[in-house]
């Protein structure tokens, strides 16, 4: 019969099991150093070539904005001295002799002109629309354009008071001429007269006589 061995406090056999460890190498110090400095360096150029853009573009659109603002002064000054030229014809009829020789020294001033050329000014640009700079660029523009319409004017204001004082001596010569036939026909008259009382007479000066009256033609009727 066979034997039945008792295997109930026999040990279990365990195999044995070798762990494979996680193999870690150390990083490169030189490379990673190499490789971060690099990149820190592209991106810092991006950044400055960024930034120059900015900066170029912001001067371009600043200058595109300050032109435009040129432009619109340029249209402003045309303007108002386009107003202001009819204004001047319009009023030129309107002002004394004395009024029209004063306008050299007063357009521009404080006290500024009267009469009918009360509104007549120099072009001011409107600082609360344009840039301090934009008027400052265009202030040699102004300066000319307010010079020429000064001149303009002038000229004029010559031509006008030329005139009038052409038609002021044609208006005298008129009245004097007329004043000096009157006279003339009077003192023929007279002549006449005196010529009969002198037939009726001792031949001699009358009471008619033209003695002390032969020069009154002389006389010029202002």
Request: charged share 30%; aromatic share 6%; no cysteine.
């Amino acid at each position: 019969m066979a034997e039945i061995q008792d295997t109930s406090g026999a040990k279990p056999q365990l195999r044995r099991y070798q762990s494979k460890g996680l193999k870690i190498s150390d990083p490169t110090v030189g490379n990673t150093g190499g490789d971060s400095h690099e990149s820190d360096q592209k991106m810092f150029d991006s950044i400055s070539r960024s930034m120059e853009t900015l900066v170029t573009v912001g001067n371009k659109m600043r200058n595109l904005a300050r032109e435009e603002e040129k432009v619109n002064i340029s249209a402003d000054m045309q303007t108002h001295y386009i107003d202001a030229t009819k204004e001047l014809g319009i009023g030129l009829n309107g002002q004394t002799s004395e009024q029209l020789t004063a306008f050299q020294n007063l357009y521009g001033t404080e006290s500024g002109l009267d009469g009918s050329y009360k509104d007549l000014k120099v072009f001011k640009p409107n600082s609360e629309k344009y840039s301090k700079k934009a008027i400052e660029e265009m202030s040699p523009f102004i300066e000319i354009a307010d010079k020429k319409f000064k001149a303009d004017a002038l000229k004029l204001h010559f031509g006008e008071l030329v005139d009038r004082s052409e038609n002021q001596l044609s208006l005298l010569e008129t009245r004097s001429l007329s004043g000096l036939s009157q006279q003339l026909e009077e003192l023929e008259g007279q002549r006449v007269e005196d010529s009969g009382d002198r037939s009726k007479g001792d031949g001699k000066f009358g009471s008619g006589s033209t003695k002390g009256k032969v020069f009154n033609f002389l006389i010029v009727v202002p």
